[in-house]
Antibody, heavy 121, light 110 residues
């Protein structure tokens, strides 16, 4: 069974940094592209970033480009999101999601339960 | 403002058939697959329909997806109280080179 578990969320001051992690199990991690999707409380879903199986393809939403960095460690079955220069509008639940392919198909076939990031002074 | 347009709410009574619409454009729905996600209250989204009309294993055949031109629809037949959830459509957008979502439709079972 595919399992994705996010961690690293919390309360952070505007302008500071936070690193999210996603631990994966139940599938051959290095075979698949992975995504981060976020959801502000009470709002809709927003794609944040995608990384392909070998980290050769990386994409970001314009809203986070230049501030967030996605990465993965295939030896540790882990996905990461380094978030710098955080803003109030980055407050959201952050979900790790698995693609069905090694490349970015833009589809989210399995999801983690999410971790909440709150940016506030 | 979401790239894909969904009605904010829909409702039906148990046993009824309801549909949720999703409107897009030539750069997304018309030229790419559509995906539907179900988000039950307080939980993470779950893939409900993939590649416009395919159901993942475990999803009841009460749920079906269709696409025509720049629009797509999710149909739920034999409505049940535990179908009460938020439903999101999504598709790849060729102009943005990224996946895009609809704003979500909150389904209420009366």
């Amino acid at each position: 069974e595919v399992q994705l578990v996010e961690s690293g969320g919390g309360l952070v001051l505007p302008g500071r940094s936070l690193r999210l992690s996603c631990a994966a199990s139940g599938f051959t991690f290095h075979d698949y592209a992975l995504h981060w999707v976020r959801q502000a409380p009470g709002k809709g879903l927003e794609w944040v970033s995608t990384i392909t199986w070998n980290s050769g393809g990386i994409a970001y939403a314009d809203s986070v480009k230049g501030r967030f960095t996605i990465s993965r460690d295939n030896a540790k079955n882990s996905l990461y999101l380094q978030m710098n220069s955080l803003r109030a509008e980055d407050t959201a639940f952050y979900f790790c999601a698995k693609d069905a392919y090694s490349w970015n198909s833009g589809a989210f076939y399995a999801w983690g339960p999410g971790t909440l990031v709150t940016v506030s002074s | 403002q979401s790239v894909l347009t969904q009605p904010p709410s829909a409702s039906g009574t148990p046993g009824q058939r309801v549909t949720v619409s999703c409107s897009g454009s030539s750069s997304n729905i018309a030229s790419n697959f559509v995906y539907w996600y179900q988000q039950l209250p307080g939980t993470a989204p779950k893939l409900l329909i993939y590649k416009s009309n395919q159901r993942p294993s475990g999803v009841p055949d009460r749920f079906s997806g269709s696409k025509s031109g720049t629009s797509a629809s999710l149909a739920i037949s034999g409505l049940r109280s535990d179908d009460e959830a938020d439903y999101y459509c999504a598709a790849w957008d060729d102009n943005l080179s990224s996946p895009v979502f609809g704003g979500g439709t909150k389904l209420t079972v009366l």
